[in-house]
T-cell receptor, first 112, second 114 residues
Framework: SQKIEQNSEALNIQEGKTATLTCNYT??????LQWYRQDPGRGPVFLLL?????KEKRKERLKVTFDTTLKQSLFHITASQPADSATYLC???????????FGSGTRLSIRP | NAGVTQTPKFQVLKTGQSMTLQCAQD?????MSWYRQDPGMGLRLIHY???????DQGEVPNGYNVSRSTTEDFPLRLLSAAPSQTSVYFC?????????????FGSGTQLSVL
């Protein structure tokens, strides 16, 4: 069956370090992959999108990679700050772009 | 520009009751969708619409109905609420239902069914 897995439920990082979150998928080939941030009690907010023909995408302190051979995306936050603490979700299109499915998320905590 | 607006924010129902969760967007987006979010299970797609008059089922459509009479509104109806429908519900929209890049989410409705 088709599945999206985010590597861990929770990740604790010291402020200033690089946080790396993993998204693995099986049994399908998405045209693109998206990353969202979700704060408690709020809806997800779009961060970055990377297409299947792109290896890497950057936005300020954020970097996303997409390896279609490994079926994996890595999401990096460099120089992490306590304000980066949130749950991060990866999402892919499945069978058609009208059906975007999400991983269960990784809860990131940045300690001062 | 309010984005995606969901009402109510909280709702408690008894088993068997019906209700409608409202969703409206003011960005002229063609695509709208409903997700439910449960602990450890991520966001699961309930129903979606690629334009007014067009709706289709997602992963978990049973027990829910939708309609799309206007571009702006996409209500979700629970016909006969069950405890298994206790969840947080999110409405989302995007500009283009074919590419579906960059979803905009509402702030959610927390529903409890007793």
């Amino acid at each position: 069956s088709q599945k999206i897995e985010q590597n861990s439920e929770a990740l604790n990082i010291q402020e200033g370090k690089t946080a790396t979150l993993t998204c693995n998928y099986t049994n399908y080939s998405p045209a693109y992959l998206q990353w969202y941030r979700q704060d408690p009690g709020r809806g997800p907010v779009f961060l970055l999108l990377i297409r299947e023909n792109e290896k890497e995408k950057r936005k300020e302190r954020l970097k996303v990679t997409f390896d279609t051979t490994l079926k994996q995306s890595l999401f990096h936050i460099t120089a992490s700050q306590p304000a980066d603490s949130a749950t991060y979700l990866c999402a892919l299109d499945r069978s058609s772009a009208s059906k975007i499915i999400f991983g269960s998320g990784t809860r990131l905590s940045i300690r001062p | 520009n309010a984005g995606v607006t969901q009402t109510p924010k909280f709702q408690v129902l008894k088993t068997g009751q019906s209700m409608t969760l409202q969703c409206a967007q003011d960005m002229n987006h063609e695509y709208m969708s409903w997700y439910r979010q449960d602990p450890g299970m991520g966001l699961r797609l309930i129903h979606y619409s690629v334009g007014a008059g067009i709706t289709d089922q997602g992963e978990v459509p049973n027990g829910y109905n939708v309609s799309r009479s206007t571009t702006e509104d996409f209500p979700l109806r629970l016909l006969s609420a069950a405890p298994s429908q206790t969840s947080v519900y999110f409405c989302a929209s995007s500009y283009d239902g074919l590419t579906n890049e960059k979803l905009f989410f509402g702030s959610g409705t927390q529903l409890s069914v007793l």
